[in-house]
Nanobody, 127 residues
Framework: QGQLVESGGGLVQVGGSLRLSCAVS????????MGWFRQAPGKGREFVAA????????YYADSVKGRFTISRDGAKNEVYLQMNNLAPEDAAVYYC????????????????????WGQGTQVTVSS
């Protein structure tokens, strides 16, 4: 299996934007599903967004709909998370994850269905 390497985290003011990137390396097979999850201190890992290469469908948590956009570059084998209008509650470590093709919409939201994870990148939102 390949490795996932995130980048693009950092410190941003409330209302600002950040773009996270995730590069897939070391694998000859492109994952069908790429997702972003996040984990704030003292909280569990939370689904943020996912994109399915097979169906081209995108999935978002209700808390980020209209503010975050997931996209992918197949040629580069990368996935991105554009985050706009960031709020203090968006502060967390963001993780990129990869999965084989998932059959149901609900499956995309479940962290246990993703087999490969990146090391995480910190997003801090200051007020």
């Amino acid at each position: 299996q390949g490795q996932l390497v995130e980048s693009g985290g950092g410190l941003v003011q409330v209302g600002g934007s950040l773009r996270l990137s995730c590069a897939v390396s070391g694998s000859t097979t492109r994952p069908y599903v790429m997702g972003w999850f996040r984990q704030a201190p003292g909280k569990g890992r939370e689904f943020v967004a996912a994109i399915n290469r097979s169906t081209s469908r995108e999935y978002y948590a209700d808390s980020v709909k209209g503010r975050f956009t997931i996209s992918r570059d197949g040629a580069k084998n990368e996935v991105y998370l554009q985050m706009n209008n960031l709020a203090p509650e968006d502060a967390a470590v963001y993780y990129c994850a990869a999965a084989r093709n998932l059959a149901s919409m609900r499956a995309h939201y479940t962290a246990a269905n993703y087999e490969v994870w990146g090391q995480g990148t910190q997003v801090t939102v200051s007020s």
